[in-house]
């Protein structure tokens, strides 16, 4: 199952359910990846990301005092954030459609619907990893571009460019224009 060289990456897993978190932690050392940290809390979380290099978040949508939600959009546009472009997986046993969207509006670059298995947390991993998307920043948004196709039939006045898309201009929204959706 593994083409991806998986053993030098950092991982933080954050879910308040210990099971949970075994369960996770078991898989991604399955994979080869020997460093996994892991946070009972989003607070836990964020002072973990203070301290250490981690290469990307697998993130439990339902915690407290904060949810996964709350904890996304907090690494995402908090002033001291430690590590605003990091991918995010969001993991959640809820979901429906406004799950998702919330998640994706948060700024999680993945979702991954429980009860979780090894290899739909690889396939999220391997996107994360082998084609990370780039990052928009609008006034209500900041995260991984939404968009994961190429949309050659819009060809409006404020239609974005991405150099992912083998356009000319980066990926970039004005602070005016609000990004389309998937």
Known sequence: MSDLHLSRLRVLVVDDNHHMVTLVKTILLGFGIRDV??????????????NNQVDFLIVDIAMEPLNGI???????????????????????????RSKVEAARDAGATEFCSKPVTATEIYRKIASVVNAPRPFVRTRHFFGPDRRRHKNSEHQGKERRSSVLFGEATPAAVTEDKKPETV
């Open 37 to 50: 940290l892991e946070a009972h809390d989003a607070i836990e979380a964020f002072e973990i990301m203070r």
């Open 70 to 96: 709350e904890f996304v959009t907090l690494v995402r546009t908090a002033d001291d954030s430690p590590a605003q472009y990091i991918p995010i997986i969001m993991l959640s046993a809820y979901s429906e």
